[in-house]
């Protein structure tokens, strides 16, 4: 999970306590219209990867376990 200090976090409905930064950046890919999912296996996929940009991408790697617990969150509370 990314670090971060105490200022940046955000805590959820729920108690899901993230790193703002990566909040930030799935509302930035949702607002851009890509559909974020975590598969069965676990893993986070984000369509159209087409559309995707190289900063998407290294951004996404650096997020990727804060995003799956994201995700898994939404759709728990939903």
Same mark, same amino acid.
């Given at each position: 999970?990314?670090?971060?200090?105490?200022?940046?976090? @955000?805590?959820?409905?729920?108690?899901? %306590?993230?790193?703002?930064?990566?909040?930030?950046?799935?509302?930035?890919?949702?607002?851009?219209?890509? *559909? /974020?999912? @975590?598969?069965? #296996?676990?893993?986070? @996929? /984000?369509?159209? *990867?087409?559309?995707?940009?190289?900063? #998407?991408?290294?951004?996404?790697?650096?997020?990727? #376990?804060?995003? /799956?617990?994201?995700?898994?969150? %939404?759709?728990? @509370?939903?």
């Amino acid at each position: 999970m990314t670090t971060a200090s105490a200022t940046e976090l @955000v805590t959820l409905t729920g108690g899901l %306590c993230v790193p703002l930064p990566s909040l930030q950046l799935l509302w930035s890919l949702e607002d851009r219209g890509f *559909r /974020i999912t @975590v598969d069965t #296996d676990g893993y986070l @996929v /984000i369509s159209p *990867r087409s559309r995707l940009t190289t900063e #998407d991408d290294q951004a996404i790697r650096q997020h990727r #376990d804060v995003l /799956i617990a994201l995700v898994r969150h %939404c759709e728990a @509370v939903q």
